[in-house]
């Protein structure tokens, strides 16, 4: 999507902004001229994630921007206070502020420490609270000089579901907190000319930090790149701040609204397919297209068949899924994933394993004989049938609370990358759809 020039001299002051999505909105911004205040914490290099404020103003500045790297933890009232005088005295306002800092832990309550609640309490609500407080009397000034004052915060559409709560809620507390801010400010600020907006992705978007977490090229294939946020975050923040405000975008349905159909531009992966692409959370329409539609309803008879009679423990579908499965355990296997993973089937009280850290690898009823699993899985029949046929991904069944997941949730990717390379290995039952189904669940 080009530039229009329309945030030429625009001062932005953008939060969380050294790497990842913060940065590409910096970046797509300084392709007008804009005037970006980079504050986060990161001044020295992180051993696994690239990026400082510092490496990240060189790049604003690269792309024909002015930059203005700040040291700030948005938990430090002094610090945030600090920046926002250092930004107006350096560029003379502030026009845009741009809260993407956040923390992330998807833990459910007893696995979250209280350190891990108030760390993303306090960055995603309270730090976004208070950011908007600082920057807004600068915000006023710029809505009086006609300047079209913007904040945009980095959080869902609210919606009280009970799947986007029930594994972890304490994020989505953190988050929703995030979107409460533009709910309230939105009408607060009305009056003053100053838009409040949300943006969240369609889907999931490829980041340092989820590279590292999912481990390169297979969670790669499932992710759009940060330029579709960047893209769409610029269409909202050249929009009338005084028409345009209290609204829950999603960068897809954004550009759709300018025009734009053709979005094999943002996969992660240039090779990759849009089908692949894994929903991002919060969000409740999860259709990604026909095909995925029909996909779905096409397991709809499988997944009735699978429940119709619960398994004993050691027997049916399940029992056959793992024996197929066996096949395919190597020692090449068991070095790439180096993991444990366990099993429980929530609709007939049946557990199972898959040791992918001992040997050649083992599976079968029952829990693990090494110990303690890497990663627990807690899923019904259908739903673990859907997963090792391919019809629904790991980290999609999460996301839409059809699967809960205990433990390292890298390890739990990583079993997905498992599947996938096992799914391509298979000769398959079903002339339909192409998937790989046992029998037995037909």
């Given at each position: 999507m080009l530039n229009t020039g329309k945030l030429a001299g625009k001062v932005i002051y953008v939060t969380g902004g050294s790497?990842?999505?913060?940065?590409a909105?910096?970046?797509k911004a300084a392709k007008d001229g804009a005037k970006i205040a980079i504050a986060a914490k990161t001044a020295d290099p992180h051993p696994k994630l690239p990026g400082t404020i510092y490496t990240a103003a060189k790049d604003i500045e690269a792309a024909g921007g002015q930059a203005l790297p700040c040291i700030v933890d948005v938990r430090d009232e002094g610090q945030i206070q600090q920046s926002i005088e250092e930004t107006v005295k350096a560029f003379?306002?502030?026009d845009i502020v741009i809260n993407n800092a956040s923390a992330i832990s998807l833990t459910g309550t007893q696995e979250t420490s209280m350190k891990t609640y108030d760390l993303m309490h306090t960055i995603n609500t309270r730090g976004t609270y208070l950011v908007s407080k600082c920057a807004l009397p600068y915000l006023k000034e710029s809505a009086m000089k006609g300047r079209n004052p913007h904040i945009l915060n980095n959080s869902p559409p609210l919606s009280m579901q009970p799947r986007w709560f029930q594994n972890h809620v304490a994020y989505t507390m953190a988050k929703y907190g995030m979107s409460m801010c533009v709910l309230g400010?939105?009408?607060?600020?009305?009056?003053?000319g100053i838009a409040v907006n949300a943006i969240w992705p369609r889907t999931a978007i490829m980041t340092a930090a989820m590279e590292m977490l999912g481990g390169g090229k297979g969670i790669r294939d499932q992710c759009r790149n940060t330029d579709i946020?960047?893209?769409a975050a610029y269409v909202i923040l050249t929009r009338d701040s005084r028409t345009f405000t209290g609204n829950f975008c999603v960068d897809e349905q954004v550009l759709r609204e300018e025009g734009m159909n053709d979005f094999k531009q943002y996969l992660a992966n240039p090779e990759g397919k849009e089908s692949d692409l894994m929903p991002d959370f919060f969000l409740d329409d999860f259709s990604l297209g026909a095909q995925q539609e029909v996909v779905n309803r096409q397991t709809e008879q499988v997944a009735a068949k699978a429940?119709?009679?619960?398994?004993?423990?050691?027997?049916?579908?399940?029992?056959?899924?793992?024996?197929?499965?066996?096949g395919h355990l190597s020692e090449e296997m068991v070095k790439k994933t180096n993991a444990v993973f366990a099993f429980s089937i929530s609709d007939d009280n049946t557990e199972w394993y898959l040791d992918l850290k001992n040997g050649a690898g083992s599976c079968g009823a029952g829990k693990p004989a090494s110990g303690k699993a890497d990663v627990t899985f807690t899923v019904n029949t259908a739903n673990f049938g859907k997963m090792f046929a391919g019809k629904i991904k790991p980290t999609t069944a999460f996301m839409t609370g059809k699967l809960k997941i205990a433990g390292n949730m890298g390890k739990a990717m990583a079993l997905e990358k498992m599947m996938v390379k096992m799914q391509k290995g298979r000769s398959y039952h079903t002339s339909t759809n192409n998937i790989w189904t046992p029998k037995s669940m037909l």
């Open positions: 790497r990842g999505i913060g940065l909105m910096a970046i003379g306002g502030i400010m939105a009408e607060e600020f009305k009056k003053d946020m960047a893209d429940t119709a009679a619960p398994a004993a423990q050691g027997s049916g579908p399940i029992q056959e899924v793992f024996k197929q499965i066996e």
